[in-house]
């Protein structure tokens, strides 16, 4: 029995999604409440930033010599631009003064360095869901019920956003390009088949879109989604590569509803997919019935991860028992797999993903 | 638990890796101690398992089913010792799924005891992530000049798993390295008590009672003997042995489902490259040989010498043909990784496939194009091991060429791209490629995976081991025969004679730039003798002169690799593609 990584693609389920706060806090809704995906259903306080202040350094002065113009000990409340040390004597007007950076804490004076922590933030946790909450965990945060569709996608970066779900191509195949990023995006989650260029994030920043779907993006392109202010979420990998179709299906039928982008990922421990919630409040739920842990079996749908069918998605149609020589020259267990085209072909098991 | 391994007749070895969890099971057949059955599953230690034991039991349980024997109880709990009904007497662990320790590493500028602690920690599973060096500004790797204020934020910022503080000889410099402390110091006092990393001294041994005020209660201080106690002596045993405490303390240890599986064990578990080196040294030890093992592994990848009785190991916990594949980019230009090729790629596409193997680490290739891909990647992480390697490799008797590897008489090669290579040429042709032996050398490969486990089951039964080693572990390529020298291509680079154990000879002239495989099966033996022409070198140090050797067989058997040393590469990339092929069709690939 072979048990491969799965995906969800499904037009109607119900997801649990957790909720936590990133530091001890509270929780600000009980079990049964619904809310929507801009409310606030947890806070906590989190410590503020150190900054390091050497006064030797600004000053141009010996560490030896330092303590005498330090003027703030530690305990300290100090607000920014507060002056912290300063030279004393009949040449001090000439030699400039050391000033706190930021509203804060003097923590620890020595050797000449000052660290000030800034003052504590509010972080106030929002649902990203419409739904209902489930469950609470004191302190920590809530787990979210919500019903609708769900596609998982390979890799994405930028956080969460939620907008109107608007498609812009009509072929999975074709490109998201810049010009097709109008004014009328504006709020919008933007969807296309891959990234052309990187003009299509100048056009997005400028449309002010919340957030980008596609199937693939070269991978050059990684460094300039650090500076987007919204998330982007590929279905299917880097490169040029076209979304699978069911997916693209999903979203095209969704065109004009919410939707609730989250797209960091994260691999190996702490795994996270990014994923791409159209909460429906109609329709039969299929039910998520928890991560599962799926083995693969005849008449599965599967997606494959590598050339040359990178992408594509079919059904198994066989597993046979041993191994097959494939393209590369190396024999692996296999699963016979009929693409979307009726093309039937090897995929080694390690190459295929389980949609469900 | 101790036993008499005497008493231990069948014995468990695993060896959970980041991608792959493998169980072997060794028992007496006959008289002597034999790999009975060896499964593999993918890893369970990520989600949505989180639980190393859960492949661990998957593998107990297919060798249960090869074998017939019941291994696991009801409980799942492993069944020791052996009982009529199943069971085995012994268990033991090898792990390498770990991430690395993140460090950061503070020194003095220009301080010889920087480059010591380098040295000592790429000896380790471990990371620098960040580097404080007092008085200069050093390029990459986050380095900050002599600037307290940026120390600081430096430490801050990294959160590392460790710190480690190094910094002139016994009875040497101060000032610098007490301000290193001071640094440390105040930014661990920044910190949440339970967030603030240990820190490791390893620096002038003068100086330990005042870091030791200087860190005081801020955070745990580990003062150990100095890395670099005098400018002629370098002694980075301690710090290494701390750093493997630290790695099995705060990542083996912390391995979801490690508990259980440590329990199991009837030794320590082993961090898999400290094992994969006690064998290599195991293979030289036994025969009194030069062997260089390397390990193209899924998360990282080792290099372990034994050269004239002294034992080196190089672990890089940044290369992998798995997770850490993109990574490699960052360390070499696309068109290095491109002139292994055959066949014209773009940077872009190269780029596109390494980021998505990164995401679907665990997916093989499937086209002819990305198996060479993933080959080329493996020769360049071995090219960058070997920078690491060459600098510790002192002249000496082995040493013939300072640029050159030095004489090896064994290269044994691991590791998943090498083993699961779909030919024994592309896996030879890896090894040639990348290493580039000289003189005369076996090749052999860890198809099976078995030298690092070995390693724990000699802990525990040596017999055992070294009868597996001998039998079991290693498949024989052959024995490759590597003139130094130039010339004009197709130039006469040597003659050589083989002397079949049939009776039978041949003698051949070998021009310079070809690769020739000249048969000699496996368990045969044949006397060579080789005739290079004034320009050549055939291992013996001296260009031109003849020698005869008694040669092993394999499955590839006889390789001359008249090729050149260093490997010679076209300029014109047509050109190179051309040789690449050549070069892959005379291995037989």
Redesign the interface.
């Known amino acids: 029995m072979y048990?491969p990584?799965a995906s969800r693609i499904a037009a109607q389920t119900t997801v649990r999604r957790e909720r936590l706060l990133p530091a001890p806090g509270q929780v600000l809704v009980g079990p049964g409440e619904m809310v929507g995906p801009a409310d606030v259903v947890a806070r906590c306080q989190l410590?503020g930033e150190?900054?390091?202040?050497?006064v030797?350094?600004a000053m141009g002065i010996p560490r030896s010599r330092v303590a005498k113009y330090v003027r703030r000990s530690v305990g300290d409340a100090v607000q920014a631009n507060d002056l912290l040390a300063s030279p004393r004597g009949m040449f001090s007007r000439f030699r400039k003064g050391c000033r706190s950076p930021v509203d804060g804490e003097v923590?620890?004076i020595?050797?000449?360095?000052i660290?000030i922590?800034s003052a504590a933030t509010t972080f106030e946790l929002r649902a990203h869901v419409r739904g209902e909450v489930t469950n609470v965990m004191p302190n920590r945060g809530v787990v979210v019920s919500v019903s609708g569709a769900l596609i998982q996608g390979?890799?994405g970066s930028g956080g969460e956003a939620e907008g109107v779900l608007k498609m812009l191509v009509d072929s999975p195949q074709k490109p998201l390009r810049g010009r097709a990023i109008d004014v009328s995006c504006h709020g919008t989650i933007v969807a296309g088949g891959w990234i052309f260029d990187e003009s299509v994030f100048e056009q997005a920043v400028e449309a002010r879109v919340r957030g980008i779907i596609v199937g693939g993006m070269?991978?050059?392109l990684?460094p300039s989604l650090q500076s987007l202010p919204f998330p982007v979420m590929l279905t299917d990998?880097?490169?040029a590569t076209a979304m699978a179709q069911p997916a693209f299906a999903l979203l095209q039928s969704n065109m004009g509803r919410e939707a609730l982008l989250s797209a960091d990922?994260r691999?190996?421990?702490?795994?996270r997919r990014p994923e791409v919630l159209i909460p429906l409040r109609n329709g039969h739920d299929a039910s998520e019935g928890g991560?599962?842990?799926l083995a693969l079996e005849v008449g599965a749908q599967v997606r494959a991860?590598?050339?040359?069918?990178?992408g594509n998605v079919g059904t198994v149609v066989d597993l046979p028992a041993q191994p097959r020589r494939?393209?590369?020259?190396?024999?692996?267990p296999v699963a016979v797999v009929e693409l979307y085209d009726g093309k039937q072909v090897s995929?080694?098991l390690?190459?295929l993903?389980l949609i469900h | 638990m101790t036993l008499d391994y005497l008493s231990v007749q069948s014995i468990l070895a695993l060896d959970c890796g980041s991608t792959a969890t493998q169980a072997m099971l060794i028992d007496r057949v006959d008289a002597e101690y034999r790999l009975v059955a060896r499964t593999e599953t993918p890893s369970t230690v990520e989600p949505p398992w989180n639980d190393l034991m859960a492949s661990v039991r998957q593998a107990i349980m297919q060798i249960s089913e090869i074998t017939g024997l019941p291994l696991l109880n009801r409980q799942g709990q492993i069944i020791t010792p052996q009982q009529q009904s199943g069971g085995v007497d012994a268990l033991v662990v090898i792990t390498s799924a770990s991430p690395p320790l993140r460090l950061l590493l503070a020194g003095v500028m220009r301080d010889i005891s920087l480059d010591s602690a380098r040295r000592a920690l790429s000896n380790t599973y471990a990371t620098v992530e960040g580097l404080v060096s007092l008085g200069r500004r050093v390029e990459g790797e986050g380095s900050t000049n002599d600037d307290f204020q940026g120390q600081v934020e430096l430490f801050l910022e990294l959160k590392p798993d460790a710190v480690v503080i190094v910094g002139g000889i016994d009875g040497g410099a101060s000032r610098p390295v007490l301000q290193a402390a001071e640094a440390v110091a105040i930014a661990s006092s920044a910190m949440a008590q339970a967030d603030r990393p240990p820190i490791v001294y390893a620096g002038n041994a003068d100086l330990r009672s005042e870091v030791a005020e200087i860190i005081g209660a801020e955070a745990e201080l580990r003062a150990i003997d100095n890395v670099r106690p005098s400018l002629d002596l370098e002694n980075p045993g301690p710090l290494q042995i701390e750093l493997e405490e630290l790695y099995r303390q705060r990542k083996m240890g912390r391995l979801p489902g490690f508990g259980t599986l440590a329990s199991w064990s009837s030794v320590p578990v082993l961090p898999a490259a400290k094992a994969h080196a006690y064998t290599i040294q195991y293979l030289s030890n036994l025969d009194g040989i030069n062997v260089l093992g390397v390990d193209v592994g899924g998360g990282t990848s080792t290099m372990t010498s034994m050269v004239d009785n002294h034992l080196e190991l190089a672990i890089r916990s940044d290369l992998g043909m798995s997770y850490n594949a993109a990574r490699l980019l960052a360390q070499v230009p696309s068109k290095s990784i491109s002139r292994w090729l055959p066949f014209e790629i773009e940077p872009a596409e190269i780029r596109n496939i390494l980021h998505n193997k990164a995401v679907h680490y665990r997916t093989l290739p499937q086209t002819r194009e990305e198996l060479l891909l993933e080959q080329a990647v493996a020769r360049e992480i071995l090219r960058l091991l070997l920078r690491d390697m060459m600098p510790r490799w002192t002249d000496g008797a082995s040493r013939l060429y300072p640029d050159l590897l030095p004489k090896f008489h064994l290269i044994a090669g691991g590791g998943g791209v090498l083993a699961n290579a779909p030919t024994y040429g592309q896996a030879a042709l890896m090894l040639l490629d990348a290493l580039q032996p000289v003189g005369v050398t076996g090749l052999v490969l860890d198809k099976l995976r078995l030298l690092a486990p070995l390693a724990a089951v000699a802990m525990l039964n040596p017999l055992a081991a070294a009868q597996v080693t001998e039998q079991d572990a290693l498949q024989n390529l052959g024995t490759v025969v590597a003139p130094v020298g130039t010339a004009r291509e197709g130039e006469v680079a040597l003659t050589f004679k083989i002397d079949y154990d049939d009776g039978r000879s041949l003698e051949v002239e070998v021009p310079y730039g070809s690769l020739e495989v000249i048969p000699l099966a496996t368990g045969q033996t044949a006397d060579l003798e080789l005739r290079p022409t004034r320009r050549f070198d055939v291992g013996l140090g001296v260009r031109g002169q003849a020698g005869t050797t008694k040669v092993e067989g394999g499955v590839l058997g006889i390789i001359i690799d008249a090729r050149g040393r260093p490997l010679p590469m076209a300029q014109d990339p047509a050109e190179q593609r051309e040789r690449i092929q050549r070069w892959l069709w005379d291995m037989g690939s």
């Open positions: 048990y990584v410590p150190v900054k390091a202040l050497d030797c350094r923590i620890e020595r050797d000449g360095l660290l922590e390979m890799w070269d991978a050059e990684r990998g880097f490169g990922t691999t190996r421990r702490d795994a991560p599962g842990i991860l590598r050339a040359p069918y990178l494939i393209e590369s020259g190396a024999r692996l995929i080694p390690a190459n993903e």
